[in-house]
Structure formats: C-alpha cells, structure tokens
C-alpha cells in the first residue's frame, strides 16, 4: 500500500528564512509525487509535481521540491519565507497506474511565518 | 475559481435532516473524487468516481451516499448525519490515467450537523 508521512504537524519560521516542509513516502512502484497548499476555508491548490527527470522542480509562488529516490523523500523548500505563506501543506502521492487516480495525503504540515 | 465549484459553501443540518451537497467541473475530467476533512485528521478519502462508475468507497457509512449522474457532476447525498460527521467536504476531479497533474479542488463545503 502506498502512503506518505509528513513529520511535523507545524513549522515555525520568520519572515525571510528559508522554508522546509517535510515529506517522505512508501510505494511500491514508481511515484507521482504532489505538494497542495490549502489557505483557510479554501480547497487545496496545487504547487508543483514530479513525475520523472529532475530531480528539483519548481513550482508556484516561489517553492520548489527535491525528489530523493534513496531517501524516499520529497521536501518541500521556499529560500525565502513571506507572511502570506502561512496555510497548511499537503504531500501527495500517487502510483503510476493507480486504480481512479487515487492520491494519498499526508497529515499536512501548518506553516506559520512570523513577521 | 479552481474550476471546480462546490455548493453550498456552508451548511447547518440537523440530525434529521435530508441534505445534498454539488460539485460541478467543466474541466474536461472524467473522475472525482470526495474527501472529507476534519479538524486534525488527515484528509480522508471517500468516493471515487472514474468515468462515471464508483470505483471505491473507503467503508463510508451509509448516512453518505454518493451519485454521480455524468462525468461534469458529483454529489453527495446526507441523511441523519451525527454530529462527528461536522467537517469540511471537498470536491476533485482529475484526468484519467496517464496525465500527471493530480487533482482539481473545489473551495469545499463547511458542514455542521447541529
């Protein structure tokens, strides 16, 4: 069974510092791999995917993910944090051929930037 | 808009009440999808839909039932909900196999079962 884990239910960081959102996963095959973010009373937006190739994608508003086949992560990173950061983080997985498209989530990490 | 448009977005039901929540995409996509979020718990998936067929149902109680009369709308039928069942309801869809944008959300509809 595929499944992802996000580690940190809440990470903290000032405004400016770099952001690292967590995530790692287990699946049997190879991964599509998905960060969502979700804003308050909001469905989740999606910010970037890998599929396959680089191993760095970038994605909206600044984020960019590292696929680590070895360490069967897929951290979420933004260089420079702003306020308007702040929403929950959702990791994603889905298996090349799963049956309906199906993604697992992660438990979402909260992101607070402080000013 | 996401694309993806989930009615209403709020609702207040008693326990007695017969209730139904929309979802409407015109993306092209021929599956959907309902989740339910509740406050910390990992979201939790409850119905697929792909080309119009169920093809999973996640041990859903029978108080929710799904319909999906063509591939643009999902909806989710509600009938004497408990109060546990209070929670954010979200709304995808997504392409079928093969495309790698993952999913489409609505906005969700807050639910609170009084």
């Known amino acids: 069974a595929q499944s992802v884990a996000q580690p940190e239910d809440q990470v903290n960081v000032a405004e400016g510092n770099p952001l690292t959102v967590k995530c790692t996963y287990s699946v049997s095959g190879n991964p599509y791999l998905f960060w969502y973010v979700q804003y308050p009373n909001r469905g989740l937006q999606f910010l970037l995917k890998y599929i396959t190739g680089d191993n760095l994608v970038k994605g909206s508003y600044g984020f960019e993910a590292e696929f680590n086949k070895s360490q069967t992560s897929f951290h979420l990173k933004k260089p420079s944090a702003l306020v308007s950061d702040s929403a929950l983080y959702f990791c994603?997985?889905?298996?090349?051929?799963?049956?309906?498209?199906?993604?697992?989530f992660g438990g979402g990490t909260r992101v607070l930037v402080k000013p | 808009e996401t694309g993806v448009t989930q009615t209403p977005r709020h609702l207040v039901m008693g326990m007695t009440n017969k209730k139904s929540l929309k979802c409407e995409q015109h993306l092209g996509h021929n599956a959907m999808y309902w989740y339910k979020q509740s406050a910390k718990k990992p979201l939790e998936l409850m119905f697929v839909?792909?080309?119009?067929?169920?093809?999973e149902n996640n041990s859903v109680p029978s108080r929710f039932s799904p319909e999906c009369p063509n591939s643009s709308h999902l909806f989710l039928h509600l009938h004497t909900l408990q109060p546990e069942d209070s929670a954010l309801y979200l709304c995808a869809s997504s392409q079928g196999a093969g495309v790698n944008y993952g999913y489409t959300f609505g906005s969700g509809t807050r639910l609170t079962v009084v």
């Open positions: 839909y792909s080309l119009e067929e169920r093809v």
């Open positions: 994603a997985v889905r298996l090349l051929k799963a049956a309906g498209n199906k993604l697992t």
